[in-house]
């Protein structure tokens, strides 16, 4: 394993990790604050989230993807409810879940298309996303700390791309994360000041985006247009007049046809 990779769950077990839950467990129940009922599969490294929906009435599944950052885990989640699943094969049933979210997830892969594509498969009709991604301009992005640091960020434009290939589409969004990954944290109440000012003064530089997704019914299958293919056009040789001023010779033909008159 890379030196250099922060594993998700080693993260989580320290006290920046713990505190990086705090506060966007925060942000993650302002969009779902109720317990949403049915199936709920967390995509990517959740378990520090689920716990936010799992209840008598929400069955709620971990499926931690098969990279450095996101497949070492306690032998237990949370849950209890567990799996490792690669990208392009989720062993769930199509149209099976009514909620997905993805922490740790889009960054991370080298199949983003395949895993997107995965994921509304499992969607139902009605279904919504929750993802979690680093953001481009945040601070979270650049430091290789945490498993934010790690793979891909992504700029809002380039996240609402990536999902609108994959007919989903953005509904809602928000940043999070504005205290900064390194150096002394400050404690809850010291980064919870500075996650209330920068949502307000600087909403576009935290650390990570938050999004909420559904499925696009009316997305475009593809931007090709076929093409047009018509018939091919055969020009067959005209016969040449005379242009003699004799009404018999005006319309003869000059070469060809019949005997030449005679008087």
Same mark, same amino acid.
């Given at each position: 394993?890379?030196?250099?990779?922060?594993?998700?769950?080693?993260?989580?077990?320290?006290?920046?990790?713990?505190?990086?839950?705090?506060?966007?467990?925060?942000?993650?129940?302002?969009?779902?604050?109720?317990?949403?009922?049915?199936?709920?599969?967390?995509?990517?490294?959740?378990?520090?989230?689920?716990?936010?929906?799992? /209840?008598?009435?929400?069955? $709620?599944?971990?499926?931690?993807?098969?990279?450095?950052?996101?497949?070492?885990?306690?032998?237990?989640?949370?849950?209890?409810?567990? $799996?490792?699943?690669?990208?392009?094969?989720? %062993?769930?049933?199509?149209?099976?879940?009514?909620?997905?979210?993805?922490?740790?997830?889009?960054?991370?892969?080298?199949?983003? /298309?395949?895993?997107?594509?995965?994921?509304?498969?499992?969607?139902k009709d009605d279904a919504r996303l929750l993802l979690v991604v680093p953001n481009r301009s945040g601070m979270w992005a650049h430091?290789?700390?945490?498993?934010?640091?790690?793979?891909?960020?992504?700029?809002?434009?380039?996240?609402?791309?990536?999902?609108?290939?994959? $007919?989903?589409?953005?509904?809602?969004?928000? /940043?999070?994360?504005?205290?900064? #990954?390194?150096? %002394?944290?400050?404690?809850?109440?010291?980064?919870?000041?500075?996650?209330?000012?920068?949502?307000?003064?600087?909403?576009?530089?935290?650390?990570? $985006?938050?999004?909420?997704?559904?499925?696009?019914?009316?997305? #475009?299958?593809? /931007?090709?247009?076929? %093409?047009?293919?018509? %018939?091919?056009?055969?020009?067959?040789r005209a016969d040449a007049f005379s242009r003699s001023s004799t009404g018999a010779g005006k319309n003869a033909p000059r070469h060809?046809?019949? #005997?030449?008159?005679?008087?």
């Open positions: 394993m890379q030196e250099n990779t922060r594993i998700a769950s080693q993260f989580y077990a320290s006290p920046r990790g713990r505190l990086a839950a705090t506060h966007l467990r925060r942000h993650l129940s302002s969009f779902w604050p109720d317990a949403p009922g049915g199936r709920v599969l967390g995509v990517g490294y959740t378990v520090p989230y689920l716990s936010l929906w799992d /209840n008598d009435i929400t069955t $709620c599944v971990s499926a931690r993807l098969d990279t450095l950052v996101t497949r070492p885990a306690p032998a237990e989640g949370p849950t209890g409810r567990e $799996c490792v699943v690669a990208e392009g094969r989720f %062993p769930f049933d199509d149209l099976f879940f009514d909620r997905v979210v993805m922490v740790h997830a889009l960054e991370v892969t080298d199949a983003r /298309n395949v895993l997107l594509r995965q994921v509304w498969k499992v969607m430091a290789d700390t945490s498993p934010f640091g790690q793979g891909t960020p992504f700029s809002h434009r380039q996240i609402t791309r990536a999902l609108a290939t994959a $007919c989903l589409r953005v509904e809602r969004h928000e /940043n999070a994360l504005y205290f900064p #990954p390194v150096g %002394p944290t400050g404690g809850r109440r010291w980064s919870g000041m500075l996650e209330r000012a920068g949502t307000r003064v600087l909403p576009y530089l935290g650390g990570v $985006c938050v999004i909420e997704a559904v499925k696009d019914a009316y997305a #475009p299958v593809g /931007n090709a247009t076929a %093409p047009i293919r018509m %018939p091919a056009l055969r020009l067959r060809g046809g019949g #005997p030449a008159l005679r008087s």
